[in-house]
């Protein structure tokens, strides 16, 4: 079973930093990408940052420069790093495996995990 467990949220000031991680764990043969969503209250879940395997990562305009999304694929681990915060910020935050191979070879499109609060205070 995939299971993906995000951590690093919580309340910040505006200005502040904070880091999320996600790591997956599971039979895991490869990922194609992880990415970053959020979802603000009454609003559409979004992308955030997303780091493909190999590829160039890549984000949403409203956080270029102040976010960074990093992936460590030995331990299944996406990141990120999140400066300059805003209260517009302010959401749930998932983490998405795209493109997973388990080591039965099974495929599946997409996993999520369950999301942390960032709430930014101004």
């Known amino acids: 079973q995939v299971q993906l467990v995000e951590s690093g949220g919580g309340l910040v000031q505006a200005g502040g930093s904070l880091r999320l991680s996600c790591a997956v764990s599971?039979?895991?043969?490869?990922?194609?990408?992880m990415g970053w969503y959020r979802q603000a209250p009454g609003k559409q879940r979004e992308l955030v940052a997303i780091?493909?395997?190999?590829?160039?990562?890549d984000y949403a305009d409203s956080v270029k420069g102040r976010f960074t999304i990093s992936r460590d694929n030995a331990k299944n681990t996406v990141y990120l790093q999140m400066n300059s915060l805003k209260p517009e910020d302010t959401a749930v935050y998932y983490c998405?495996?795209?493109?997973?191979?388990?080591?039965?070879?099974?495929?599946?499109?997409?996993?999520w995990g369950q999301g942390t609060q960032v709430t930014v205070s101004s």
């Open positions: 998405k495996a795209l493109g997973v191979t388990l080591v039965s070879r099974w495929y599946e499109p997409h996993y």
């Open positions: 599971g039979s895991i043969f490869s990922i194609n990408a």
């Open positions: 780091a493909p395997s190999g590829g160039t990562t």
